[in-house]
């Protein structure tokens, strides 16, 4: 009889945590996507970088248009369609993390591997 209870008990905790897990997951869908979405645009343009050693920011922009990211368990994906807007927050970022350096010329700035 405690056997079956504590089965029962164990059964009941299991699928708690279980649904519990999915409920965050779900809540931090969109934070998961976007993290994605800029980690993928971030190799996209340190691998044109190694290629070119100077990029611009109109040359991030090219780079980056219809990059996609998704998650494996989710059938939501999330494209960049307005590369400006994501260019900028792409650039303070990585600089921020000191995997690029400006380059001030006197017409505009470019950016190159550190």
Do not use: C, H
Request: net charge positive; charged share 35%; aromatic share 6%.
């Amino acid at each position: 009889m405690a056997s079956i209870i504590l089965k029962i008990l164990l059964f009941a905790v299991s699928v708690t945590f279980l649904l519990a897990w999915g409920y965050v997951k779900q809540q931090r869908k969109n934070q998961e996507l976007l993290e994605g979405l800029m980690k993928k645009s971030e190799e996209k343009v340190l691998r044109a970088m190694k290629k070119d050693e100077t990029v611009s920011k109109k040359d991030i922009e090219e780079i980056i248009t219809g990059t996609k990211a998704s998650l494996f368990w989710s059938k939501n994906k999330v494209q960049i369609t307005d590369p400006k807007i994501v260019s900028k927050n792409l650039i303070s970022d990585m600089l921020s993390k000191d995997l690029i350096v400006e380059i001030s010329d006197k017409k505009s700035k470019k950016y190159k591997i550190k």
